[in-house]
């Protein structure tokens, strides 16, 4: 069952958020070194959790929330940006420990009823490249996610 967020949901997503990205900070770590990895994530066990309450303070109405025999499973994050008519997806998470499919499917469909409802034109979701968010890329093109621009970003030591 998708509905929208309430005020007690907020530990709980925050808590899926951090299970959800352990990974992939372990690979930004990897990749980035730990010099550079700690500059521009000094706290990872909160990062994900102030990225959730920033979006929860300015936005808590474009929040869905998954739920599973009453239990939260998911959430999604998303803006409208009305000027241009596209609508983004933003943190997105399925509980690791959840062991369903579909849980996203779920969500980026009510995501997407949502952005028609608005009058978006177009979805965008941005994720990356390496192998850590292959699952996340598959996830977005069986959601019909079909239009795609790659790129690298570069850091050099000074």
Known sequence: ?????QDED???IADIGKRAWINIYKMYEGAYGSE???LLIPDQD????????EHVLNHPDWIYICEENGKI????TFSIERGRKIGQIGNNAVDPECGLKGIGQQM???V???FKDEGMLYAQVTTGLDDTH??????????GFNIKKEDVTYFKRL
């Open 10 to 12: 907020l530990s709980i």
């Open 134 to 143: 292959a699952p996340a890329r598959r996830a977005y093109e069986r959601a």
């Open 1 to 5: 069952m998708i509905r929208r967020y």
């Open 112 to 114: 997407f009823r949502r």
């Open 73 to 76: 499973v998911g959430f999604v």
């Open 46 to 53: 909160v990062a994900k959790e102030e990225q959730i309450k």
């Open 108 to 110: 980026y469909a009510e």
């Open 36 to 38: 550079l990895f700690s």
